[in-house]
């Protein structure tokens, strides 16, 4: 007997084992990020006049915001495509990807020297600056993600603000302010919805246009006129592959059953935005000859060769194979290829590729700035979990409600 399906809060304890595992390692990057703002960068870094930048941009900041693509890549298909059978999976990934740009937004705050300056950008516009656009974009975005997710907040609360004591009071008044919230969201909510999914190609764009200006501080194999549009087409293509990888995650983590007939039909979508971002990965490498580099083996070669193969060749064939598309591991396997390929794009960008001819040394990140990128991912998988126990994201079969109701479409 089927039944309708509904975002429901998970009845998950949240203290598990793993849990306490990533509670360690959130403490020990948060005792790292305050010897960072206490004794400054250079007494927890390895950053330098050579090397101004590191893993934190490498992977808190440039990966970060390409993996949580997800978000905007999903809201075009469930809500500008209108494509209604893919709702279930709309808000995990819209929840991924509002933490993935908090974690970038505060990833760039303790990147800067003078983290107090971050608001200049605000009021000090420059328009001639790549940086700047990002920055804009970025905080713009990230704002449309957190009213995007309040329709979720105005749900779980509706009929239920109970606040004891003297503040009983303004219970009546609380509700009403959320239903004035909802129904007003409800009829707004497109003009977020379209302006997250422009956001988002320009802030993605921009970020390879940063790499661009560096000139020929990089290496030849990724320095190329057309970066911006590469790191468009990657975002682009891993936003799926994230969607299939948090939501099989999630289902192992949490004992639920695997969404495949919503992955696997987004597993189909993926070859073809792999493929487009591979023939101008290879067509980039032909027209510019850039190929010779690959005669000799290097770091710069290997690494460049196990991001094409493993990142890109591997999953586009295992995403056109139907028994991949059927299969829980198989397709976990492909969209891991995949997020890991993406990832392994942009530290080859920001810190392989890049070489400053006046460098002394190479640049290899400290335990701090390891630990604290480490302790930013477990902070992440921390408000998530948290997130989906006490928020309606995760669709589950409904048996109190018919399948007429209003929660069984609602995205």
Same mark, same amino acid.
């Given at each position: 007997?089927?039944?309708?399906?509904? %975002?429901?809060?998970?009845?998950?304890?949240? /203290?598990? *084992?793993?849990?306490?595992?990533?509670?360690?390692?959130?403490?020990?990057?948060?005792?790292?990020?305050?010897?960072?703002?206490?004794?400054?960068?250079?007494?927890?870094?390895?950053?330098?006049?050579?090397? =101004?930048?590191?893993?934190?941009?490498?992977?808190?900041?440039?990966?970060?915001?390409?993996?949580?693509?997800?978000?905007?890549?999903?809201?075009?298909?469930?809500? #500008?495509?209108?494509?209604?059978?893919?709702?279930? /999976?709309?808000?995990?990934?819209?929840?991924?990807?509002?933490?993935?740009?908090?974690?970038? @937004?505060?990833?760039?705050?303790?990147?800067?020297?003078?983290?107090?300056?971050?608001?200049?950008?605000?009021?000090?516009?420059?328009?001639?600056?790549? +940086?700047?656009?990002?920055?804009?974009?970025?905080?713009?975005? &990230?704002? $449309?993600?957190?009213?995007?997710?309040?329709?979720?907040?105005?749900?779980?609360?509706?009929?239920?603000?109970?606040?004891?004591?003297?503040?009983?009071?303004?219970?009546?008044?609380?509700?009403?302010?959320?239903?004035?919230?909802?129904?007003?969201?409800?009829?707004?909510?497109?003009?977020?919805?379209?302006?997250?999914?422009?956001?988002?190609?320009?802030?993605?764009?921009?970020?390879?246009?940063?790499?661009?200006?560096?000139?020929?501080?990089?290496? =030849?194999?990724?320095?190329?006129?057309?970066?911006?549009?590469?790191?468009?087409?990657?975002?682009?293509?891993?936003?799926? *592959?994230?969607?299939?990888?948090?939501?099989? +995650?999630?289902?192992?983590? !949490?004992?639920?059953?695997?969404?495949? %007939?919503?992955?696997?039909?987004?597993?189909?979508?993926?070859?073809?935005? +792999?493929?487009?971002? +591979?023939?101008?990965?290879?067509?980039?490498?032909? #027209?510019?000859?850039?190929?010779?580099?690959?005669?000799? $083996?290097?770091?710069?070669?290997?690494?460049?060769?196990?991001? &094409?193969?493993?990142?890109? /060749?591997? %999953?586009?064939?295992?995403?056109?194979?139907?028994?991949?598309?059927?299969?829980?591991?198989?397709? !976990?396997?492909?969209?891991?290829?995949?997020?890991?390929?993406?990832?392994?794009?942009?530290?080859?960008?920001?810190?392989?590729?890049?070489?400053?001819?006046? @460098?002394?040394? *190479?640049?290899? *990140?400290?335990?701090?700035?390891?630990?604290?990128?480490?302790? !930013?991912?477990?902070?992440?998988?921390?408000?998530?979990?948290?997130?989906?126990?006490?928020? %309606?994201?995760?669709?589950?079969?409904?048996?109190?409600?018919?399948?007429?109701?209003?929660?069984?479409?609602?995205?």
């Amino acid at each position: 007997m089927s039944h309708s399906m509904r %975002p429901q809060p998970l009845d998950r304890k949240f /203290v598990t *084992p793993g849990v306490l595992v990533l509670l360690l390692l959130a403490a020990n990057g948060l005792v790292w990020l305050g010897g960072r703002f206490l004794f400054g960068l250079g007494a927890v870094t390895n950053l330098s006049n050579q090397y =101004p930048w590191g893993i934190w941009i490498g992977i808190d900041v440039a990966a970060g915001v390409a993996l949580a693509a997800g978000g905007f890549t999903t809201a075009a298909l469930g809500h #500008v495509m209108h494509r209604a059978q893919y709702h279930a /999976v709309v808000r995990p990934a819209l929840l991924t990807a509002l933490l993935g740009y908090t974690m970038v @937004a505060i990833g760039v705050s303790i990147d800067i020297g003078r983290y107090y300056y971050i608001w200049h950008p605000l009021i000090m516009w420059n328009g001639s600056s790549a +940086l700047f656009e990002v920055g804009i974009c970025v905080m713009i975005y &990230m704002t $449309v993600l957190y009213i995007e997710f309040l329709p979720v907040v105005t749900e779980r609360f509706i009929g239920r603000v109970n606040l004891p004591g003297a503040l009983a009071r303004l219970n009546t008044p609380l509700d009403r302010l959320l239903r004035l919230l909802d129904r007003t969201l409800d009829r707004t909510m497109f003009v977020f919805i379209i302006a997250g999914v422009v956001l988002s190609t320009l802030h993605q764009s921009s970020l390879g246009t940063l790499m661009v200006i560096a000139g020929q501080k990089m290496h =030849p194999l990724w320095q190329t006129p057309i970066l911006p549009l590469l790191f468009l087409l990657s975002a682009v293509a891993v936003g799926f *592959p994230m969607v299939i990888f948090e939501s099989l +995650l999630a289902a192992r983590s !949490f004992g639920l059953k695997p969404e495949m %007939p919503i992955l696997g039909r987004l597993g189909r979508m993926v070859a073809p935005l +792999l493929g487009i971002y +591979l023939a101008f990965k290879l067509g980039d490498l032909f #027209v510019r000859e850039t190929f010779v580099y690959l005669k000799t $083996v290097s770091v710069v070669s290997v690494m460049y060769v196990i991001e &094409m193969l493993f990142g890109i /060749v591997i %999953p586009l064939r295992m995403f056109m194979t139907p028994a991949v598309q059927k299969s829980p591991g198989l397709l !976990f396997t492909a969209a891991t290829l995949v997020v890991g390929g993406v990832l392994l794009n942009r530290v080859n960008n920001f810190i392989v590729a890049y070489t400053p001819p006046y @460098a002394t040394h *190479p640049y290899v *990140p400290s335990v701090g700035e390891i630990s604290v990128t480490v302790g !930013f991912i477990a902070i992440l998988v921390l408000l998530y979990r948290a997130a989906v126990i006490f928020f %309606p994201v995760i669709s589950l079969p409904d048996r109190s409600l018919t399948p007429a109701s209003k929660y069984s479409v609602r995205g």
